[in-house]
């Protein structure tokens, strides 16, 4: 008759531990990851007119501006809110900032700006060589927006989503649409939850 080895209890209760440590421990730095926000520069709280020329913009209108990594994974959920919102009020000009670093690194996606272009294909993609743009606008962090009120105020700054990548209405999206339906003297101001805008690559997983 075969005779199968027996595990003690205590070493299988100590495998069993150990493997749920290291879920809770992943779990948790998953958990940590999508809630981490992005730092916020120095937010730009009226529209100068060089910039104003640089994003074909001519205070006619109110004009929304997302600054964007083209590999940023987490930038999907922020479209797919933006175009929600942006259906809700056609008349508001819309223009993407997809950063492109002056010096492409080797892990550089070279086609992932045309992704990014296809993904958005009513709005005004303008390539933002070296972040500059977005540096005069403040924004640091992939999926950071900027709404500004045609007389060149700001009425909204920061992001659209409740954590990274995370699809669905939350807080500061209705933050959005509440600035964009009734702006106020002093804008809203939201965490963005996305990448460093001028990394040279994307997200760490």
Known sequence: MTRHAQIPSTTTKAVVASWAALCATGMWQLSEHASTTGAHGRVMTRMTSDVATALHWSFDQNLLVLAAHPQCPCLAASLDALK???AEQ??????????EP????????????????????????????????ATKLGATTSGHISLF??????????GIT?????????????????????PTNEPARTPVHGCPLQSPCDCLP
Do not use: C
């Open 90 to 99: 056609p008349t508001i000009a819309a223009r993407i900032l997809i950063f």
């Open 102 to 133: 002056s010096q492409k690194p080797p892990q550089w996606d070279q086609e992932a700006r045309d992704r990014l272009s296809k993904a958005w294909p009513d709005g005004t993609i303008i390539i933002d060589h070296g972040g500059e743009l």
């Open 162 to 182: 409740g954590s990274r990548g995370h699809r669905g209405d939350n807080q500061y999206l209705r933050a959005l649409q509440q600035a964009m339906w009734s």
């Open 149 to 158: 009120q045609a007389n060149g105020g700001l009425s909204f700054a920061g």
């Open 84 to 86: 929600t919102v942006l």
